[in-house]
């Protein structure tokens, strides 16, 4: 099959029907699963994420679309859905949604907690409601992993997640950060706090966490989640109408968001992706970047050479 844009698979249809003659077209195949460092438990390395798109659709009346993504996550052997209660309304819809359709067990449920804003403290009683927000929208009485948001006032808002998982009520615990200008105070935290996970952006053409954050990640014993490991938006357009190099077959990868998600999973040191979307055959083509071979060291290379050499977009 040739490389098909998300565009043009829109142009080209929608609804059930479409997602069936789109799944036929990937071999089916078991998703790949990498190893929580802190406890050894297995997590496929596709997820699924909930900012962008997937919260522009939630705070519609009609969220159709993304029941169809959450059971097409689990139906393909996905588990990861990452949210936060800065996206809106994903969180709350995400939780009706999967108990509506029974799938909430099956879910790993990765939220994440921040009041504090513009670098300021967090109160830790605004914190605590947040936190108690999310598990009645989540409808759990045990999350499996609670970040804090931003690296937003750490030392209050890590302490809550310390002594909630202390209790119980959370599995895993972590920090994130989408902001360079944020690296050094990640990987102070990373080296002082007993994480579980770090959630950072990580992309064929967005590498800095390669240099200090990825290695640290892997000697702490820290599973990481890629975020925008499509530089949201900007690979595909920067691949737009340009065919897959003709080597992407040696990696079983059949569009360009496979090409791209088995850069992010192959690194030793990425456990899980977690793309949005809010339409099911995205996520069905997001799985199948997690399926078949995958890129050892020297395709890594080529991949970023290939990637590198692509035109800029504004």
Known sequence: MSAWSRRAWLKWSTGASALAVFARLFEPGKLLS????????????????SSATFAEVARSEDVGALREVMTTLIQNGGTIFDTAPDYGASEEVAGRIASEASI???????????????GGAADPAAAKAQLDASFRKIKKSKIDLIQVHNLGDVPTQLKLLKDLKAEGR????????????????LIRNMKAEPLDFIGVNYAIDDRDVEQTI???????????????????????????????????????????????LK??????SITAATPATSQAKNMIDNIGGGIGRMPEEPT??????????LPSVG
């Open 34 to 49: 990498k190893a929580i460092p802190s406890s050894g438990e297995q997590l496929p390395v596709i997820g699924l994420g």
């Open 104 to 118: 909430t067990d099956k879910i790993f449920w990765a939220t994440k907690v921040n009041v504090a804003r513009g």
């Open 170 to 185: 959370v599995r895993y615990l972590g920090v994130t950060t989408t902001s360079p200008n944020q690296y050094n105070d």
């Open 214 to 260: 990825l290695p640290l990640a892997r000697d702490r014993k820290i599973a990481v989640l890629a975020y925008a490991p499509f530089g949201r938006t900007r690979l595909f357009r920067r691949v737009q109408g340009r065919s897959l190099p003709g080597w992407a077959a040696e990696l079983d990868a059949k569009t360009w968001a496979q090409f791209f």
């Open 263 to 268: 850069f992010v999973v192959s690194h030793p």
């Open 300 to 309: 890594r290379k080529r991949m970023v050479a290939f990637g590198d050499a």
